[in-house]
């Protein structure tokens, strides 16, 4: 199976993404395929040995779409390069083309447009006596005028409908240019139809009332409303863009023969990079000389630069300020931190959320629905009206209702109610250095009631420092704390690497050791010079069934340390407290949350007392300590069982299952790749204060999406009966197409700048 995502070009419009999705649906070999109208993206899921991009791209060309090959715009791999950005540029320079030539066909349509709108209001107003009829010359001009007009508008200017139309026809396959093309080459092709054969029809029809006017007017507005709304579309993907722009095009590098400056693609892990002040950093590394700030406020949102001196890391696309330094280049191409963000925003941002499920359903039927209802109405209208009025008076309102529900009934606004919200709100949490998985994790965090935190790395900076030593072995403390770094020096945990600094610190000796294994949320074990020896917490040594006097440690845990017991098989050896300091963000962090009404839990492998001085320090109540990792797991099944929709935020392998379990998975962006992958969220530099905000921008991303739907529905809902002519039994008043195309068009452009509002809420 393989899964990429395409670009398509001539999509409009949801009701096109639910075409292309069922017939490409139905290809034998296609597993799947998802498509997005707002990036114009399909992802697709196929058996390449049964089919292929082509064999797809042919099946929805007769209905006027293309998948664009040479595009394919990431695949599960991460084989991104540096032609990444320049795919995203090439696909916005061909939106800005189709948008200046939507806009000349605009500007040249518009006062067309202006004119028939003074010509109608002019009859209007005369008919009802507040101006004097139009003048005979004037009248003749404008009459003369207006079928050139409308011809001119329809061919050029609604041409993408009249080919929608024709593709009905040819098809069966409606869409919502189909719809606009109907509705108005009925209204055009009936007043030619008067024209030429006024004399013939005078006899049966009012062949005063022609629809050149509704032709020109409708068409405007609709294309009016579709150039506003694919400029805010545009808009709606700024913060990748940025993102994109951010990579460095240069690098300096230092080599045998000096400094040289190379095109970015040739830097590869191991060059010597320089960094001049102001320049940019062009891919991931560590520190090795001099110093300097950064500015690394794109990556985390934190305005204040941030200290490097050697051993720091510098990430791809942030900002030297006015030090300069070299670093070691480590992560480049599509392995920096940067690359792997923009990939994680742009697949966010095209993923479906849940509630879109229903708008998608509604406006696959709905075109199909519409046409039905329309064709009924009209009839409606010609035998009941004509019994009632007679056939005279009941043709023109059978057409105007018949046009008026085409137009107004565009599904448009509905499609882009969900995705433009979820691409604004995915890109502003990149900004703020809150990475989104998917649309569906955006969604569900606003129903987030409880918190659980894992303690070490996530509430506390997970590097913790030896702190205290008990040497109870009869040895030289060296020797203790050579046998324990030597096993030490084998685990992946914060710990192990506390004690193995202090041992490379006190040029202690780093031994062999055979049969390692970690114990799970409790320690260690291994075998040093044929004996055996364990290190870990208090549940390590009850397993071992050594005597032990806890006193040794209890100072040590109410401070909030961790001890760490050394043991043979038959002895304790002694024990070693490490202390690992509270994120100064934590404590804002559960206040936000707090006084958002959530409830904090937290849960860790680590003593009880020690995790009970912690939690009191920053204020989180209720605290589960001494759980193995798998229970971390069971805990949150157990708080989901009692009704609860919970959040879990952790940073370490041992973590992974519960993140995985809750409803929305958080992880650290220092921790652990596990966790990061199983996470559906990633919080940059382990900023864990961002959570709140994060809760905050799912919530008004959900509101944008409520009220996006339910502006989109409403003008349907309402627009509907009233352009099929519920109001005339009673007041005698047909809606005129103008009034439905107009609606239409402010729809579409209303939901997205719903959208867009979110932009500018501050988190
Ligand atoms: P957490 O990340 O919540 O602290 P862990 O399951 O990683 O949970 O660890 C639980 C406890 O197990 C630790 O607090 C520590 O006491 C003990 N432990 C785990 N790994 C080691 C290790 N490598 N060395 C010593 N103790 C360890
Ligand atoms: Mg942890």
Known sequence: ???????????????????????????????????????????????????NLKNLSQRIEPLGYSFIIDSEIGDDSPEIDHDHGAMMTRSKVEKL????????????????????????????????????????DLSNISSNLLPLMATYILFFVGRPYIVGFYRFIRHGKANMDSLIGMGTSVAYFY??????????????????????????????????????????????GEAIE????????KALIMDNDGEKEVDIDKVSPGNIIIIKPGSKIPVDGKVI?????????IITGEPMPVKK?????????????????????????????????????????????PIQALADKISSVFVPSVLVVSILVFLLWVSVGSYMLGFSVALPNALTALIGILVIACPCALGLATPTAIIVGVGMGAKEGILIKDAATLEKLHEVDTVVFDKTGTITKGKPEVIDIKNMSGDREDQLISILASLENKSEHPIASAIVEYAKLKNITILDVDFFEAIKGKGVKGKIGGLDYFAGNQKLISDLGVKFDDR???????????????????KILGAVSVSDAIKLESKKAVNDLRNMGIELIMLTGDDRNTAGAISREIGIDQVIAEVLPEQKMEKVDLLQSKGHIVAMAGDGVNDAPALAKADVGIAMGTGTDVAIETAGITLLRGDISKLAKAIKLSKLTM???????????????????????ILYPFFGIMLSPIFAGLAMAFSSVSVVSNSLRLKRVKL
């Not at 001539?10 to 070999?29: F, L, P, R």
């Not at 049966?204 to 694919?230: H, K, P, R, S």
């Not at 409403?714 to 002519?725: D, E, M, Q, R, W």
Request: overall charge positive; glycine content about 6%.
């Open 703 to 725: 509101r944008g999406i409520r009220q996006n739907l339910f502006w989109a529905f409403i003008y349907n809902l309402v627009g509907i009966p009233i352009a099929a002519g």
């Open 309 to 353: 001196v050697p051993g720091d890391d510098v990430v791809a696309g942030t900002l030297n300020t006015n030090g300069t330094f070299s670093f070691r280049a480590e992560k480049v191409g599509a392995q920096t931190l940067l690359a792997n963000i923009i990939r994680m925003v742009e697949a966010a941002q095209s993923s479906k959320a």
């Open 242 to 249: 940025k993102l994109i722009d951010l990579q460095a095009k």
């Open 1 to 51: 199976m393989n899964t990429q995502t395409y670009k398509i070009s001539g999509m409009h419009c949801a009701s096109c993404a639910s075409i292309i999705q069922k017939t490409v649906e139905k290809v034998d070999g296609v597993e799947s395929i998802d498509v997005n109208p707002v990036t114009e993206t399909a992802k697709i899921v196929f058996d390449e040995k049964k089919t």
């Open 552 to 570: 040794i440690i209890k100072d040590w845990t109410l401070a909030g340390k961790t001890p760490i017991i050394i043991s043979s098989r038959d």
């Open 289 to 297: 000389n001099g110093s300097s700030f950064v500015d690394e406020s």
């Open 97 to 136: 083309s189709q948008i200046k030539k939507m806009k000349f066909r605009l500007f040249t349509a518009l006062p067309i447009a202006a004119f028939s709108i003074f010509v109608m209001s002019w009859h209007i107003l005369s008919e009802i006596g507040l101006a004097s009829e139009m003048s005979g």
């Open 191 to 236: 007043s030619v139809l008067i024209l030429v054969f006024e004399k013939y029809l005078e006899r049966y029809l009012n062949t005063g009332v022609d629809y050149f006017d509704i032709t020109i007017v409708v068409i405007t507005f609709v294309a009016l409303g579709q150039f506003l709304e694919a400029k805010s579309k545009l808009k709606t």
